[in-house]
Each structure stands twice: as structure tokens, then as C-alpha cells.
């Protein structure tokens, strides 16, 4: 009987077809789709021969020379699919649905090794996010910003306001490359030096401005921004009412009150006897809730009175370290200006209201009090920045406020010479981008006419190096030029 394979495209290796011409392999080679198979019904093939029978007559050996099964196999190209599976003789109708039966058999073992093959991948892959995974996030996952950094660069930056005279103020950025600052000017009118905060107030993982002002006649607070992202300006009233003869101011501190992921304002502002606490609540795309009271403190005047936002007690949503008048407030205090002891409270959240600490007296004593994650666990710390000129030197020195109270962290302390000079401010910042905020400060004499440079003292997440100059300061006419930072 003839036994001669029809020429047409035969399975060469996983996902390839080559084509036999009826007496040898030619060079021609396709592509199988393996996901999507080709519809039996419609590939074209050639007919097969018709079967001849053969009269069962004795033969000899010398002339029985059948056609061999299958052709044979191909020797694989250099790194070429494995050897070439023998083409399917062409059966009869029987055979031929087995036939076809073994092709799907084959495709659905190689599907499945494909498939386990693209598991494996995936669970080597973890750079590729589960599209599933993030949408089910909850919004505390959020990507955090580098401490201070406003360019969106990894590397933490400082602004400060320098002032050459009275009558004239720029606005100094001092953006850093991880080794260096490069800084920038920009004027400001005399006096009307904006309230900027920064913040990551919409969530993309880097800090933008936030510009507040406040109408004390009013009672008004206006925020705005000029991100392209920003909202549009917001405007809210706060029930604010002070005994003093000369208005009222307020404290705003950013932070995660509510531990939702969402940046919020915590805004402090007298009540006559007392200050009251009030958060706006932010929606993570710069719009912010009316805002509501979370804790009204006693025995207190807004003028005695600093808050500092951080989760210190590493719960997952922002607290406020508040410093506060320690003993009894008089009429004269409500009417005036404090001069009592200080002390200091925790206002711990619970994420819908602060629960205000007892007020411990503060043995405490710095020239810049400044928050931050200064250890690179996530967890933030008090840090205090003093100066003296005595003994010519600048010391830092770390504070756990995990259980309310300042608990200095032994070892963890920097000092660098100064000479006989002041601090003109502080700030933390990740400089370096390495996760550890870092202390940025400018230090001056009185009578002398010029600042020693913008100098870092960079964490190592156990102590402080010594301070190295980052930037030289704009020059001074005379001793009367003088630099601020910002309020934290």
C-alpha cells in the first residue's frame, strides 16, 4: 500500500510550522499563533493520496523498498527549535480525527506549560505590579515624599528669606543635588512674606506649595497654590475670638490626622481663654473639608503656644507636640503676652479628635525645635538645635516623643564649631536623599557683615556628622542683614 505523506506545513517545535514538500523539508518556516489556533475546517490543505490495495502476493525481499514512515528529521540550527516531530501519515477517516485529536492534545500541553511558565515569571517579576493589587491599596499606601525636597528630584532642598536691609527681602531655594546646593533668588514685597507650607497635598509622591493667609478682622482663611494641579483657591471662616486689643493670629501645621493617606491641615487659634485646634481634612487632590474642632486646650493664649505635627506615637496618623504655658494663666497673661514657665503636651489623634496629654514643665531648651524622621525607620522624632557662642559651638540632640514625654535618645547627637555666633535658623531636610533627614542652618555674629554659608550636618541615622558648607549665603551690605527660615 502507499504510505506517501502529502506535502503541506508540519509542527516544528513550540509555536513553528515548516513545510514538506512531499519528498524533503524545505526551508520555509512560519509562525503558529499557539493562543489563538487555526480553525481546522479552514487550513488549507493537499488532498490525500487514495488509498491502493495491493494484491497479498509474495514478494521478494529486494523489492519491497516502502517509503520511509516519516521523513527524516531536520539537524537543528544553532540555538533552533528542537528536531522536527515526524509529519502525521495520512490516515483514513478514522485516523484523521485521530489525528486531529493529538494536534489539540499537543497545543493544550504546550498551553499549559506556557501558562505555568508565565506564572513562574510573574512571581519572579515583582517589578511588574498586579494591576488588582493596587486597586485595592488603601490609601495609606501612598508613596512618600523625600523630607524637603521641592523639585520632585529625591534630594531634600532648604528656603529661607534674606533680608539686606528693612526695606528689601528675597526668597532664597537652595535646591540640592545630593552633595551641593544651588541657589535661586526671588523678590518679595517688605512685610508681606507668603505662609507657605510644603506638602504632598495631592499624593504623588512629591511636595508642593501650599499658600495660606489669614484676614484676622474676618476670621478667614484662604488657601492657594500655584501647582496647575491645585483646585483653585479655597476660603474658609474659623471661629476664632481673642482678649487681646491687637487681633489674633493662628498656627497651621500639616500632617495625616486621620491616617487615610491624605494630607490634612491641623489650624490652631485662640478662643479667649483657650486655643482650639481645628483640622480641614484633605481629600488627596488639594481640596480640603470645612474645618471641624479636634481639641480646644485650656489655660492657654495662642501667643504661648507652638505645635509640631508627627505620628509620634507610631500609630499611623499625626499627632501634635505643643508646647504650652505651664502654670496658671492670669487675666493680664489673656490680655498681654506670656512670660511664664513653658511647658509641653502631647495632642494625640485618634483620628477623629486629638486627646490633649497632661502639661509637663519644659526642661527643655533649644533655638529650633524641628520634626522629621531624622533615623530612617519611618518613625518621627523631635529634634532641638542650640547654639552657643560660648562655647562656639552648634549641638543637636534627638527626642523620642513616643509615650508624651521628651525622651532624649542617648548617642544621638552632633556638634560642630561655630565660633562665637548665633543661630539665624534651622530646618530638617534629606539633603542626600538616603531616607534620614538632615539639619540645614545658617549661623552669624552680631557686628559682623557677613554669614558663614548655608552648612549641613547630614544623619546617619545614629548621629550627626560635622557641618559642611553647602552653599555661600548672598552677601551682606553691613551687619544689619539678617536671614530667617520659615516656621516648620
Given at each position: 500500500?502507499?504510505?506517501?505523506?502529502?506535502?503541506?506545513?508540519?509542527?516544528?517545535?513550540?509555536?513553528?510550522?515548516?513545510?514538506?514538500?512531499?519528498?524533503?523539508?524545505?526551508?520555509?518556516?512560519?509562525?503558529?499563533?499557539?493562543?489563538?489556533?487555526?480553525?481546522?475546517?479552514?487550513?488549507?490543505?493537499?488532498?490525500?493520496?487514495?488509498?491502493?490495495?495491493?494484491?497479498?502476493?509474495?514478494?521478494?525481499?529486494?523489492?519491497?523498498?516502502?517509503?520511509?514512515?516519516?521523513?527524516?528529521?531536520?539537524?537543528?540550527?544553532?540555538?533552533?527549535?528542537?528536531?522536527?516531530?515526524?509529519?502525521?501519515?495520512?490516515?483514513?477517516?478514522?485516523?484523521?480525527?485521530?489525528?486531529?485529536l493529538g494536534a489539540w492534545v499537543a497545543l493544550a500541553l504546550v498551553l499549559v506549560v506556557l501558562a505555568a511558565a508565565t506564572g513562574v515569571l510573574a512571581a519572579l517579576r515583582p517589578w511588574e505590579g498586579d494591576a488588582s493589587a493596587a486597586d485595592a491599596s488603601g490609601p495609606g499606601e501612598r508613596p512618600a515624599?523625600?523630607?524637603?525636597?521641592?523639585?520632585?528630584?529625591?534630594?531634600?532642598?532648604?528656603?529661607?528669606?534674606?533680608?539686606?536691609?528693612?526695606?528689601?527681602?528675597?526668597?532664597?531655594?537652595?535646591a540640592s543635588d545630593g552633595s551641593v546646593f544651588t541657589t535661586s533668588e526671588l523678590a518679595v514685597e517688605p512685610g508681606e512674606r507668603p505662609n507657605d507650607l510644603y506638602l504632598d497635598w495631592?499624593?504623588?509622591?512629591?511636595?508642593?506649595?501650599?499658600?495660606?493667609?489669614?484676614?484676622?478682622?474676618?476670621?478667614?482663611?484662604?488657601?492657594?497654590?500655584?501647582?496647575?494641579?491645585?483646585p483653585g483657591d479655597q476660603t474658609f471662616?474659623?471661629?476664632?475670638?481673642?482678649?487681646?486689643?491687637?487681633?489674633?493670629?493662628?498656627?497651621?501645621?500639616?500632617?495625616?490626622?486621620?491616617?487615610?493617606?491624605?494630607a490634612d491641615l491641623a489650624v490652631a487659634g485662640p478662643q479667649d481663654r483657650a486655643v482650639d485646634v481645628h483640622v480641614l481634612l484633605g481629600d488627596g487632590a488639594g481640596g480640603f473639608a470645612e474645618p471641624v474642632r479636634w481639641a480646644s486646650v485650656p489655660n492657654a493664649t495662642i501667643d504661648s503656644t507652638e505645635i509640631r505635627s508627627g505620628d509620634f506615637d507610631h500609630d499611623g496618623d499625626a499627632d501634635l507636640w505643643t508646647r504650652l504655658p505651664a502654670q496658671a494663666v492670669t487675666d493680664e497673661d489673656y490680655a498681654g503676652f506670656y512670660s511664664g514657665k513653658q511647658g509641653y503636651a502631647m495632642l494625640s489623634s485618634t483620628g477623629r479628635e486629638f486627646e490633649v496629654g497632661a502639661v509637663f514643665e519644659n526642661d527643655l531648651y533649644a533655638d529650633a525645635y524641628l520634626v522629621g524622621d531624622v533615623t530612617g525607620d519611618g518613625t518621627t522624632s523631635l529634634v532641638a538645635v542650640s547654639a552657643s557662642s560660648?562655647?562656639?559651638?552648634?549641638?543637636?540632640?534627638?527626642?523620642?516623643?513616643?509615650?508624651g514625654q521628651p525622651r532624649e535618645q542617648a548617642g544621638f547627637t552632633g556638634t560642630s564649631t561655630i565660633g562665637q555666633r548665633s543661630l539665624e535658623g534651622a530646618a530638617l531636610s534629606d539633603v542626600d536623599g538616603d531616607g534620614r533627614a538632615d539639619v540645614v542652618f545658617v549661623v552669624k555674629a552680631r557686628g559682623e557683615a557677613k554669614f558663614t554659608g548655608v552648612q549641613v550636618m547630614l544623619s546617619t541615622g545614629a548621629m550627626f556628622d560635622r557641618a559642611t558648607v553647602w552653599a555661600e549665603t548672598p552677601p551682606c551690605p553691613d551687619e544689619s542683614c539678617r536671614i530667617e527660615f520659615p516656621a516648620p
Open positions: 500500500m502507499s504510505n506517501i505523506t502529502p506535502p503541506g506545513w508540519y509542527p516544528d517545535g513550540a509555536g513553528w510550522e515548516r513545510r514538506w514538500d512531499g519528498t524533503a523539508w524545505t526551508d520555509e518556516r512560519r509562525q503558529t499563533t499557539l493562543f489563538a489556533p487555526v480553525d481546522e475546517a479552514t487550513r488549507a490543505r493537499s488532498a490525500p493520496a487514495p488509498r491502493t490495495v495491493v494484491p497479498a502476493a509474495p514478494m521478494a525481499a529486494a523489492q519491497l523498498v516502502p517509503p520511509p514512515l516519516a521523513p527524516p528529521p531536520l539537524a537543528p540550527p544553532p540555538l533552533a527549535p528542537p528536531p522536527l516531530a515526524p509529519p502525521p501519515m495520512p490516515p483514513g477517516p478514522t485516523g484523521a480525527r485521530r489525528g486531529r515624599a523625600t523630607q524637603g525636597d521641592l523639585d520632585g528630584d529625591g534630594h531634600g532642598d532648604a528656603v529661607f528669606y534674606f533680608s539686606p536691609d528693612y526695606d528689601s527681602t528675597t526668597k532664597v531655594t537652595a495631592d499624593g504623588d509622591g512629591a511636595n508642593e506649595i501650599l499658600t495660606w493667609t489669614f484676614v484676622k478682622d474676618a476670621g478667614q482663611l484662604t488657601l492657594s497654590s500655584a501647582d496647575k494641579e491645585f471662616r474659623l471661629a476664632v475670638s481673642s482678649l487681646k486689643e491687637y487681633g489674633v493670629r493662628i498656627l497651621v501645621q500639616p500632617g495625616d490626622f486621620d491616617g487615610d493617606g491624605a560660648y562655647d562656639e559651638q552648634v549641638e543637636v540632640k534627638v527626642y523620642d516623643l513616643a509615650d
